[in-house]
């Protein structure tokens, strides 16, 4: 029987890339997204091309109710629930902390974090019956460092990693897993607010003299899911070209 996993934020960027490599690697895919509808059709027919069975599953993660029905959801469909990823967020435009409104903020929490603690609250007791699962959150080199004109952003993602390091010790014993992805400057939606300077900018403050793909990522999350890494929990992998070290 093809394992299951649930990824939020899979209709775009680092989660699709993550989407098409655990179908390639041969699980069973739930497909979470918020608002488009068509690119998580046109990602789960994708997977479905390569062989996988694939279920789009739409939910506001910042919502309880609905993070809780897209891990309900993706069982009912799929048939279980071995491995977790959180990929779903939202970053806002870089301002200081003195023009962030309150909404702004809430929004960010919201969905950054909350989401991540809603999603998991809601498969946690699934795992732990079967004593077996592997959770995958994703944080960002800023949850790290902190990121000037990002305050928000960077709280949330602090807090994501803060997270997935209590419930490594808290679920170690019930076999489960808790691992995080920090990515640095990734080419996605997430970005194209960004001028063409900025970018550049960014790359040549990289070590590596580039920013990174949503494979690049998307390959980290896999590993950290899979039984190849079996014996780490609690571990914070950071692609980022060496912007973070
Ligand atoms: P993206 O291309 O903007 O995609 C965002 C994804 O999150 C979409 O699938 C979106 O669904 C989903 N989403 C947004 N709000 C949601 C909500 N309230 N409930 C459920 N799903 C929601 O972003 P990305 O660059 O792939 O980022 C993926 C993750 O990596 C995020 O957590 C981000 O913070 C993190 N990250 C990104 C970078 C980077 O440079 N790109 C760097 C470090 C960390 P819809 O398509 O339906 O809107």
Redesign the pocket.
């Known amino acids: 029987m093809p394992k299951t996993v649930l990824i ?10 993550a989407a098409r490599l655990f179908a390639r690697a041969g699980w069973q895919v739930g497909v ?6 068509e ?2 059709a046109a990602v789960a027919r994708e997977l479905e091309g390569l062989g996988a069975r694939a279920v789009p599953l ?6 309880p109710g ?2 809780a029905g ?1 891990t309900e959801e993706c069982r009912a469909a799929l048939g279980g629930l071995d491995a977790l990823v ?6 806002l435009p870089q301002q200081l902390l003195t023009d962030t409104t309150d909404g702004q903020w809430r ?1 960010v929490m ?3 974090l909350d ?1 991540v603690f809603y999603t998991v609250r809601a498969a946690v007791p699934h795992m732990v019956r079967r004593r077996s699962g592997s959770i995958v959150t ?6 790290m460092t902190g990121g000037s004109c990002e305050a928000a ?1 960077s709280a949330a ?1 602090a807090g ?1 990693i803060g997270l997935t390091r209590a419930l490594a010790k808290e679920l170690g014993p019930s076999n489960i897993r808790v691992n995080c ?12 607010g960004l001028d063409r300077q900025a970018m550049e900018e960014l790359a040549r403050e990289t070590p590596l003299c580039r ?2 793909t ?1 494979e690049e ?1 998307a390959e980290c999350i896999l590993f950290l899911a899979e039984e190849r890494s079996a014996f780490l929990t609690g571990q914070v992998l950071q692609p ?1 070209g060496g912007f973070v070290i």
């Open positions: 939020t934020g899979a209709s775009r960027g680092i989660g699709a890339a979470g997204f918020h608002q488009n509808r690119a998580a739409q939910g506001d993660v910042s919502d609905q993070a897209l959180c990929c779903a967020g939202v970053a929004q919201g969905t950054d989401g994703v944080s960002s080199m800023w949850g952003y993602k994501v992805v920090a990515p640095g400057v990734i080419d996605t939606d997430m970005n194209r920013i990174g949503a990522a980022n």
